[in-house]
């Protein structure tokens, strides 16, 4: 048996070291070009308004908190004509979080390996589940809303659509880190499928799934807002009413920016609240089984 010799060892990583650095500068170099060639491309197209408007990027923003703040005492009652909007931004985010959860639950089985009912399938599955990840809640609701008209309905089912791939890609890594001896052991019982599914593998993952449920229902709040702006209803779309106003109004749009936000930071704090402590019940659980 030859040895090799540590200097040639050191030599031939010192090597490879040098071929990735170089690999990465030019990737970087690349990187970059693009980037330069996509904005100098972006900003002949915009006939050289991007450059030109970037002074001026603040005077919108420093218009509406000026005249929000000198009308202050209107922001109360828009808010509360803002309501029934947020109501409905709610239920639509709630609406495509409970679908997109179901779904995202059934093809996360169906896509893991070792759990899956039919083995040959689970690549198809995958590819399913990359699909609905792909499009973007925005593009999914243009087409929908071009077809089904406005309302909350293309909405709900274009955040649905996209939770049931995002969850479904987290719910899979999930269980493929779940015990199998409960499932091997129900399965020599003559347990079905779905009984080993779920008896022996829900009970594992259920706090870890329910954890990405809460977290995505709060993406799905921010992005039934900014449906509202291409038509799908609720507090985005009265967003952007209120904004289209122009000056004069910016009042209205400062107090549902203010409700809008107030929202998300308040189920953003639930949210966090419920997740730590469904982790925290499930560390002590696996400690007292340890124990």
Avoid: C
């Avoid at 083995?119 to 999914?140: N, Q, S, T």
């Avoid at 649905?160 to 020599?188: C, D, I, Q, R, W």
């Avoid at 900014?226 to 000056?247: C, D, K, P, T």
């Amino acid at each position: 048996m030859t040895t090799v010799p540590a200097d040639r060892i050191a030599a031939a990583y010192h090597a490879q070291l040098s071929r990735r650095r170089a690999y990465s500068t030019v990737l970087w170099a690349v990187f970059v070009a693009l980037l330069v060639a996509g904005f100098d491309m972006a900003n002949s197209r915009n006939a050289g308004g991007f450059v030109a408007g970037l002074p001026k990027v603040l005077d919108y923003p420093a218009a509406l908190i000026g005249e929000a703040w000198d009308k202050i005492g209107n922001l109360p009652g828009h808010m509360l004509r803002a309501l029934p909007a947020l109501v409905e931004t709610l239920n639509i985010a709630a609406a495509s979080t409970l679908l997109g959860t179901m779904g995202g639950a059934v093809m996360a089985l169906l896509a893991t390996s070792g759990l899956a009912p039919f083995p040959r399938l689970v690549p198809v599955f995958r590819r399913i589940l990359d699909i609905a990840r792909a499009y973007p809640e925005m593009v999914i609701a243009l087409v929908l809303i071009f077809v089904l008209g406005g309302g909350p309905v293309p909405a709900v089912i274009a955040i649905a659509f996209h939770t049931v791939g995002a969850l479904g890609k987290l719910f899979s890594e999930v269980a493929e880190n779940a015990s199998m001896k409960p499932v091997e052991g129900l399965e020599s019982v003559g347990a079905s499928w779905l009984q080993r599914m779920w008896f022996g593998i829900v009970p594992q993952v259920a706090p870890n799934w329910a954890s990405y449920a809460m977290l995505r229902f709060e993406i799905n709040i921010r992005a039934s807002a900014i449906l509202g702006f291409v038509g799908a209803g609720g507090i985005g779309y009265e967003l952007r009413n209120a904004i289209s106003w122009g000056q004069g109004r910016y009042d209205a749009a400062a107090a549902i920016f203010l409700l809008l936000f107030g929202t998300i930071v308040f189920f953003d704090q639930l949210t966090s609240m419920a997740r730590n402590r469904l982790v925290r019940g499930q560390e002590q659980g696996q400690a007292g089984g340890r124990i």
